[in-house]
């Protein structure tokens, strides 16, 4: 027998892999000879790819490992002051390991099915209250991206608000003392929608005689004084003028509240709630407001309902929240949040409670206090008069201070050559200080000989002191040991469902595998404690990967150049639009502000374009759901002087590869536009054709897609984007650290590199795919689609398909005939399938009353196998209503979910017994998933609107 040493296991067998028996017998189901011959009769000819993917050959998981813990050791885990939005955190391990390392957790999607998602939608409803109580205003959505996506959108909020003297106002006041990632994102988006933006000292400006409508204060400011705006607020407001304050949730468990000081809206992040800073992100964000604005607030709300049973249940409040699905009359195109992170800093928060945060918050303070009465001893003037965690000296010259911290391993913040800047965090001590001192006296060459004392008194004036409390549910004070704590994150896991159950077939969502050894490097300290405005000598780790995934991600889309800021997909649109904008405005071409969309498109890309400043010209599209050629080209004519770009969705959002697309872009070309392509379908590209091979000029690719990062239950997601080469020198760019092209647009996120701590996981999926497995992926998605196609295709009608009758990636099946015949309605279809432990594919999306399904590459026959067999058992189930057998108003897809609270009830008064309700196929009886509450009344907790934790009562 011979061995071959050289053997190795390939990663992609383990992502998708398929005995060569299962993939016989799926092709003859679906009627071809082999895959190739399925993909020769999916894809177009005339835009496959006539080479293969020009990357390096796939890692094994160990070689993998082996090269990404070294990439992680070249980046310097320095001590960080530098503060600016991003702090030092301790996460408790109870919470990283239950939770963050938990794929339990971070495999679960956005919780539209609410019933079974009701352990994450508990602790967003946690984060709610987090935010509510501790800026004291009355309602908060459930996060958004990042901080300077928060002050963006509060400016958005506040121009749809305008009255009185200010209906027509169309200039946005931002204080002097904000962030300036923070600035740098809100000049982004006012450019546009058209908003002027004037920066200066509020205290000072003459705000009676202005076109101002809105004001961004921060408290505490960058330089770290802590005002008392109450005043000022009071003064804005009898101008018609409405306040946004940026602040800081520890700072406010000792400060007086936003609320407390008159603000309409509060924002900023929660990133030091335990969130590593992670180079940037991904953090959540916070946005909080009055009940009055409850619904102009973007994102996502959780709010309070109750089931069919009675029994208190939680869902996505307010339709949902999220606007792009008003299309072109949305003020956001946000449609994610970044529930993972949201998650953890509710966990943080229960971890340790109102006395610990304030305890934490107060030493903070504290050493910061003792930090400026020392200094000030070696002869350094305080700029500010008071600080919470932030104080700023006066320096001629600070490089020499830089030169000995550094020497030292220490980071502060530094103002070009002259003021420093140094912040403190809950992981600094005394020695920290002593540290800091020593460092300022060498640079005078000078020592240190007073003994630091080990209490001192707050600086801060006693009417800026907090006196309202804060976290007085009892949830803050029920889970202090670890035990408690523990079991509590387990009991709320139990109740969602994720990919450890089962596959979750979501059309246009791409819930694929999320492998372990992609998700172990986040959390090295090399790249989970590195601060996004560290010096780039100290970030050679990152830098590197981030030069090999940009340029993996430029081969596949067939693009010159990549930006990895976008921080989510729409986030993505929103930069790729921007950039085609800054493109021919550089061109002196200012009046190209059209752009065409097909009726098909998803939501957020009419929301993006009117974020970007372009007017919204719809394409019609057929019966088979492809865009009508003539129409476009109609349209590209009439509009050729101001056309600005086509948004395309390939395959189409319909589950087709339109033959037309090639033709589709010269046409837009022919008439000086560009052509954006949505990324939302890569996964039926990747290596067989590409964005740039099609002819567009720029897309964005949804990492939490087509490229492995999960879903974490409604967030993070990257939407980075690709170009050619003559759009790239508009790529954005960020305020404090050089990235971009040469006429960079504005920051589309806050941090240089928007979510840089989870682009590990991209980075690993390419790497151990490979081309040739990152092709095989394309083509087993398409495969897995087609196969489930032809199993349902005998029980249900499918909408669309290409010419030869094949889907891409997805498919869409139509429901609507039953209501009609049985008044079953696609909703409960949805439930039912919970029944059967599985998570509904998209619901009435693209087209109402139908299902849209994607299996991914990632998933056995087996498993699809499995699905496939629920879905036929839920039909004859309605066969059974359609044959009078059960009434149309007492069934079991109308009363589903079935809990197990419903199933054990003494008196069964159902026309249909117990084990067909709760086991309908045999192999339920092993293994069931509980849904843990019944179909939940959406229209009663709108009606009682409740978005905090309730009294303790309503969760018995």
């Known amino acids: ?169 169309q200039t946005f006041f931002v204080a002097e003392n904000v962030h300036p990632q923070v600035l740098d994102v809100v000049r982004g988006r ?20 202005s076109d101002v409508y809105g004001v961004l204060l921060q408290n505490p400011g960058t330089c770290g004084e802590v005002k008392d705006y109450t005043d000022l607020i009071a003064a804005l407001h009898e101008q018609d003028i409405k306040v946004c304050l940026n602040t800081d949730l520890l700072a406010l468990t000792l400060i007086k509240s936003p609320a407390e000081m008159g603000a309409d809206v509060a924002v900023g992040t929660s990133q030091r709630l335990g969130v590593p800073m992670m180079y940037g992100g991904p953090h959540a964000a916070f946005f909080a407001t009055k009940e009055e604005y409850k619904r102009q607030i973007p994102g996502r709300i959780i709010g309070v309902s109750v089931d069919a049973s009675g029994n208190r249940a939680l869902r996505m409040a307010l339709q949902t929240r999220e606007q792009h699905i008003r299309r072109e009359k949305a003020t956001s195109n946000i449609c994610t949040a970044q529930v993972l992170l949201s998650v953890l800093s509710a966990a943080y928060c229960l971890y340790h409670g109102p006395e610990g945060l304030k305890r934490i918050a107060s030493k903070v303070h504290g050493l910061t206090t003792l930090f400026a009465n020392s200094v000030q001893g070696l002869d350094y003037r305080v700029v500010n008069d008071t600080y919470f965690d932030t104080v700023t000296l006066e320096v001629q010259d600070n490089t020499k201070i830089r030169q000995i911290a550094e020497a030292k391993e220490v980071n502060l913040r530094y103002h070009g050559t002259e003021n420093i800047s140094i912040s403190f965090d809950e992981t600094k001590t005394l020695a920290d200080v002593a540290l800091l001192l020593e460092i300022l006296a060498e640079a005078k060459g000078t020592k240190v000989v007073a003994q630091l004392k080990k209490e001192v008194e707050s600086n801060l004036p006693s009417a800026l002191l907090r006196t309202t409390p804060y976290l007085q549910h009892p949830i803050f004070s029920s889970y202090r040991t670890e035990h408690e704590m523990l079991r509590y994150l387990k009991s709320l896991e139990n109740k969602d469902l994720s990919l450890v159950h089962s596959m979750i077939s979501l059309g246009s969502c791409t819930m694929k595998l999320n492998a372990t050894a992609e998700m172990m490097p986040i959390t090295l300290p090399g790249f989970a404690q590195i601060h996004p405005f560290a010096p780039l000598d100290q970030t050679q780790g990152y830098q590197e990967m981030f030069k090999e995934l940009e340029a993996y991600l430029a081969e596949i889309t067939g693009f010159a150049k990549t930006s990895l800021q976008p921080n989510s997909g729409a986030q993505g649109e929103l930069a790729g639009l921007m950039v085609i904008k800054a493109y021919f405005e550089h061109n002196g071409q200012h009046q190209r502000n059209i752009a065409l969309i097909p009726s ?8 993006s374009a009117v974020m970007a400043g372009l007017k919204v010209v719809v394409v019609k599209c057929d019966e088979k759901g492809n865009i009508e050629v003539e129409d476009l080209r109609a349209k590209a004519e009439a509009h050729a002087e101001n056309l600005a770009c086509l948004m395309v969705t390939y395959p189409s959002t319909h589950g087709v590869f339109e033959e037309s697309i090639t033709e589709l872009c010269d046409i837009i070309h022919q008439y000086g536009g560009k052509v954006y392509m949505d990324g939302a379908n890569m996964n039926a590209q990747v290596g067989l054709t590409s964005p740039g091979r099609i ?73 151990m795919m490979g081309g040739e497995g990152l092709t095989n992926a394309t083509k087993y998605a ?69 299902l849209m399904i994607e299996p991914t590459e990632s998933e056995s026959q087996a498993e699809l196998d499995r699905f496939c067999d629920a879905l036929i058992a839920i039909k004859e189930e309605i066969d059974e209503i359609a044959a009078g057998t059960y009434p149309q108003d007492n069934n079991v897809l109308v009363n589903a979910p079935h809990t197990l609270q419903v199933i054990t009830k003494e008196n069964w008064d159902l026309p249909y017994s117990r084990e067909k309700a709760a086991f309908p196929v045999e192999s339920l009886k092993a293994n069931k998933f509980w849904p843990s509450v019944s179909r939940i009344d959406s229209a009663y907790g709108d009606r009682n609107l409740i978005c905090s934790c309730e009294p303790i009562e309503a969760y018995a």
């Open 600 to 607: 098909s498109a998803h939501g957020t890309n009419p929301a």
């Open 190 to 209: 006012a450019k546009g929608i058209g908003i002027n933006i004037e920066i200066g000292n509020p205290e000072t400006f003459d705000f009676s005689t």
């Open 782 to 850: 398409i495969f897995n689609a087609n196969y489930i196609k032809s199993r349902l295709e005998k029980h249900f009608s499918i909408l669309y398909t290409g010419t030869n009758g094949r889907c891409a990636h997805e498919m869409i099946v139509d429901c609507r005939p039953y209501k009609h015949t049985t008044g079953v309605e696609v909703e409960d279809i949805a439930k039912r399938l919970m029944d059967y432990g599985f998570h509904a594919p998209t619901v009435s999306f693209p087209v109402a009353g139908t």
């Open 1 to 169: 027998m011979l061995i071959d040493l050289n053997s190795s296991e390939l990663f992609q067998d383990r992502h998708q892999g398929k005995s060569e028996s299962e993939i016989s017998a799926m092709c003859a189901s679906i009627g071809v000879n082999s895959l190739e011959e399925l993909i020769d009769q999916t894809i177009p000819s005339n835009i496959r790819s006539e080479k293969a993917l020009n990357l390096p050959a796939g890692l094994s998981e160990t070689e993998f490992l082996e090269k990404i813990t070294t990439l992680a050791d070249k980046n310097k885990v320095f001590r960080s002051f530098i503060g600016c939005g991003y702090y030092d955190t301790v996460l408790p391990k109870v919470v990283q390991r239950n939770i963050l390392e938990n794929p339990a957790w971070y495999t679960a999607y956005t919780p539209y099915q609410a019933e079974i998602a009701q352990g994450r939608l508990e602790m967003l409803l946690t984060f709610q209250t987090v935010v509510s109580d501790l800026t004291g205003m009355e309602i908060a959505n459930a996060s958004l991206l990042d901080e300077g996506t928060a002050a963006g959108e509060a400016m958005s909020m506040l121009a749809g608000l305008r009255k009185g003297t200010k209906k027509n106002a």
């Open 695 to 767: 002819g567009a000029d720029v897309c964005h690719l949804n990492l939490h897609k087509t490229f492995a990062i999960p879903h974490g239950g409604g967030g993070p997601g990257m939407g980075p984007i690709c170009c050619t080469e003559e759009l790239s020198a508009f790529l954005p760019g960020n305020a404090v650290v050089k990235t971009g092209g040469e006429n960079s647009i504005n920051g589309i996120s806050a941090a240089p590199w928007g979510s840089a701590g989870i682009l590990p996981i991209p980075y690993a999926f390419i790497s």
